[in-house]
């Protein structure tokens, strides 16, 4: 018999959220856990608090849905839609038709809330059948690129012995800077990268020229990055931005982390006026990546956008890994899905 129900979650089921967190992901994401983190991304968002759904039974907290108010720019207007997160089914009450209570009660929700479609980033199979059963649509694929840095560090992940290691990832190098080390740099003269651990009026000044650059994007002013990457309370991130003639043209957002095994850093985010700027901005990022001993740097982005084939010039190479954005629309006469529409990477997500 079914005893349990499905409801509104509030800030006094935080107790039962992290035990169900700690049985569904044990240590995966552990600052998940940490209730400044639960706090600032519930709570404190620049488009308002989080829609959070829970599944009780007697009390306890088995299942667990939330979605985050997101804003996005739609061909020039502003939407307003959510990232769905943290899909959690305590592991003695699967198969017994939780997600689908869970999705369907969240759909409804988002509906109430006027809002005009949910997005999310699903990894596990299961969870993408799932998420397909209640109508959700496969919007764009996003495949990891990454660019080697540390070559023998990446040779010996694999081969696991020192002398061999040195002499594969030295072979390794010098036939890829054979192949991309000789290309041409032209073009980012009079660009300057500077750090930036605050975000004055030029950030806003950028967004209302840059936000024209694709057909669907989220909102990407000020408000939002200080909340997104400076304001976070148990991750650190670095900015840089770019200016030409003191007219900012772009920024990128790294942060270290583990990539595929690997010691490596990610470009968080990376939003540029033009292909010189975007090119300076990378190039910043590999020498920060340098800088900081990884081994490799990452970047997740659909592989039919530009800067895709930008980054693959500069030396990127694909990886195995690629992640998928899905959609519900709310509107179902708007159609949202076609991956030409989206500009997306790991900074749209809470994954990174």
Sequence with gaps: MRHW???????????????????????????????????????????????IYIVEDEERVVGHLADLPREFSLHGEVVRGTLSVD?????????????????KYAIQRV??????????????????????????????ELPVLVYPIRFRNVANRYLHFSPVSFLVGGVARFFYFLLYGIRKRNGMEGVEIEEASLLDDQFDDFWQ????????????????????YLQHPTRTYTIYRARQN????GYIVLRRVELLNFNSAVIVDLLALDGATLVALVRKGIQHSRQEGTDLLGFMVPKNHPYYKILRNIGFLPSFKTFLLMIYSIEKGRKLSDAKEWYVNWGDTDVI
């Design 5 to 51: 129900k499905v409801r509104d979650g509030n800030e006094g089921d935080v107790e039962g959220i992290f035990s169900l967190r700690r049985d569904a992901f044990g240590e995966v994401e552990k600052d998940k856990l940490d209730p400044r983190f639960w706090q600032w991304e519930f709570k404190e968002g620049p488009d308002g608090k989080a829609l």
């Design 87 to 103: 899909l959690m089914v305590h592991s003695d009450y699967r198969r017994r038709g939780i997600f689908e209570a869970l999705g």
């Design 111 to 140: 509906k109430d809330e006027n809002r005009l479609f949910m997005m999310c980033y699903p990894i596990r199979r299961e969870t993408i059948r799932g998420f397909k059963k209640i109508g959700w649509e496969e919007a764009v």
């Design 209 to 228: 020229k840059a936000f024209s650059l694709y057909p669907v994007i989220g909102v990407r002013n000020r408000n939002y990055l200080t909340w997104r």
């Design 246 to 249: 003191g007219e900012m043209k």
